[in-house]
């Protein structure tokens, strides 16, 4: 299972940017999968998650209406589209795999996460 992140970066508040999770190793299409992040001197922190199919999607009550997690099952490819970036959002972000199709979509829990990409927003 291979699970690789781009698209971190630094911006300014307000900014965008859009992370992109490119996965191998398993069947994309079996498995809810989700976005966590990671502050500096924090724990991991729940973003998103998207279900299997990519017709539930569940958001972190700090992030609802400025972020967008969405999957391509025929790239094997999930996405975070990140709008009007705030500074307490800069952290390492992950991607993660669930254990199943059926699991929640809110957990920091992970059968497999990525090496992380960073997300800074500062001006």
């Known amino acids: 299972v291979q699970l690789v992140e781009s698209g971190g970066g630094v911006v300014q508040p307000g900014g965008s940017l859009r992370l992109s999770c490119a996965t191998s190793?398993?069947?994309?299409?079996?498995?809810?999968m989700r976005w966590v992040r990671q502050a500096p001197g924090k724990g991991l922190e729940w973003v998103a998650g998207i279900s299997h199919a990519g017709d539930r999607t569940e958001y972190v009550d700090s992030v609802k209406g400025r972020f967008t997690i969405s999957r391509d099952n025929d790239k094997n490819t999930v996405h975070l589209q990140m709008n009007s970036l705030k500074s307490e959002d800069s952290a390492v972000y992950y991607c993660?795999?669930?254990?199943?199709?059926?699991?929640?979509?809110?957990?920091?829990?992970?059968?497999?996460r990525g090496q992380g990409t960073q997300v800074t927003v500062f001006s």
């Open positions: 190793g398993f069947t994309f299409t079996h498995f809810v």
């Open positions: 993660t795999k669930a254990a199943t199709r059926w699991a929640p979509l809110q957990s920091t829990g992970f059968d497999s």
